[in-house]
């Protein structure tokens, strides 16, 4: 996920904080990308770990209205929130922030088109426009105002494969701080033979990010730009096979109980075809 983006849209809806790390895949030869909006893409994968910041955000979803005030650190890898019209005097919520692993933009472009314009002037700073569509129905789009001096994106509209915009952050006040260098946060890992359960297949351009057994077995997939997690349990007899769908503005909670006797729950910023295959790819490995 874009750090800013992703990241701020997931703790306030999911829970599921990314930013862009590691080694980057080799690009791919007749990128679908031009020189400019390749720059561009990298760059704002870059600002989350180039650019730490603080600020007041303004996030809408399903009608309502939501004052966030965030702070990210990069010496902790933490991001600090509270909700400033939940409750007064409103309590500091730490997050941590997960490492995901570089997608590049010409493998980005494989699932996503991107262009640019002009922005809007946000938080009182001059941006540019990167928007992004989806090339399938797998994938949401993004259209973002990104700050020119340090690629963060200051607002977001997060929309459906059809083009319906299905929640909007954006920053009212936003200070970029000195950034401390720290090392990524570990990641939680088990060997895949250790886990009762197992995914056959997965949705075209993701992949698995992370997976552990506490407190249920989960896996982290991304695509590079979209997150989602995983979680299995086993059903209890008083749970029937079938289905429930949950949506909060941009984010997804997709619960399915298998005839395998398991409860699969995907969350993420995702529609429910990609949940629903992921959720169905959920295996035991006894039956592999």
């Not at 929640?167 to 936003?174: D, I, P, T």
Request: negative net charge.
């Amino acid at each position: 996920m874009l750090r800013l983006s992703r990241c701020v849209l997931a703790v306030l809806a999911v829970g599921i904080i990314a930013t862009a790390a590691g080694a980057s895949a080799p690009e791919h030869e007749g990128c679908q990308l031009d020189d400019s909006e390749t720059q561009r893409v990298a760059a704002v994968l870059a600002s989350g770990t180039s650019t730490s910041y603080r600020g007041t955000i303004l996030v809408e979803y399903s009608g309502k209205r939501e004052f966030v005030a965030v702070e990210e650190s990069g010496a902790s890898g933490q991001l600090v929130l509270r909700h400033l019209n939940r409750t007064a005097n409103a309590e500091s919520e730490i997050r941590r922030v997960n490492t995901l692993p570089t997608r590049t933009p010409c493998l980005l472009g494989n699932f996503y088109g991107f262009s640019l314009d002009t922005g809007q002037t946000v938080a009182g700073r001059d941006t540019y426009r990167l928007s992004v569509r989806p090339k399938d129905t797998l994938r949401l789009g993004y259209v973002m105002d990104v700050d020119h001096a340090t690629d963060v994106p200051l607002r977001v509209l997060t929309l459906t494969p059809e083009g319906q915009m299905v929640e909007r952050f954006e920053f009212a006040e936003f200070e970029p701080i000195a950034k401390t260098p720290s090392s990524a946060p570990e990641r939680e890992s088990v060997q895949a033979s250790s886990m009762r359960f197992a995914l056959s297949a997965l949705p075209p351009g993701f992949s698995v990010i992370n997976s552990g057994v506490t407190p249920v077995e989960h896996w982290l997939l991304s695509d590079g730009l979209a997150t989602m997690s995983v979680y299995v349990e086993p059903r209890s007899q008083g749970v029937k096979p079938g289905e429930g769908v949950v949506v909060r503005g941009a984010t997804l909670t997709y619960t399915k109980g298998t005839l395998e006797h398991a409860l699969v729950t995907v969350v993420g910023e995702v529609p429910v075809t990609t949940a629903r295959l992921v959720a169905e790819a959920v295996r035991s490995r006894e039956g592999l």
